[in-house]
Nanobody, 125 residues
Framework: VQLQASGGGVVQAGESLRLSCAAS????????VGWFRQAPGKEREFVAA????????LYSNSVKGRFTISRDNTKNMVYLQLNSLKPEDTAVYYC???????????????????WGQGTLVTVSS
């Protein structure tokens, strides 16, 4: 699976942004998808994931209630809606995919097989 993330940019605190991730190489049906981020000087951090069936979603506590992950399997696309952005959300955001990951490993970056290139989100105060 090849993943191409886009949609990053510079916004002010409180504003919204939608990230997109285009997948190619295979259908996303039956594939778990997710987002991680890495802020300057910090470790990579789990953001959100959608299970292989698409019937469940997991969010980190830091984004729960503000970010929403969605997917369109017909278009092979994954989205991350970012609302009420804060300066601490500034990071490079990466989309991920895996056809065999189990639900208990969704927040573990090492468990994901496929990574896209990142898209930078900068939130100014």
């Amino acid at each position: 699976v090849q993943l191409q993330a886009s949609g990053g940019g510079v916004v002010q605190a409180g504003e919204s942004l939608r990230l997109s991730c285009a997948a190619s190489g295979r259908t996303l049906r039956g594939v778990a998808v997710g987002w991680f981020r890495q802020a300057p000087g910090k470790e990579r951090e789990f953001v959100a994931a959608s299970t292989r069936t698409g019937g469940g979603a997991l969010y980190s506590n830091s984004v729960k209630g503000r970010f929403t992950i969605s997917r369109d399997n017909t278009k092979n696309m994954v989205y991350l809606q970012l609302n009420s952005l804060k300066p601490e959300d500034t990071a490079v955001y990466y989309c991920v995919a895996d056809a065999s990951i189990i639900s208990s490993s969704l927040s573990n970056g090492a468990a994901w097989d496929y990574w896209g290139q990142g898209t930078l989100v900068t939130v100014s105060s």
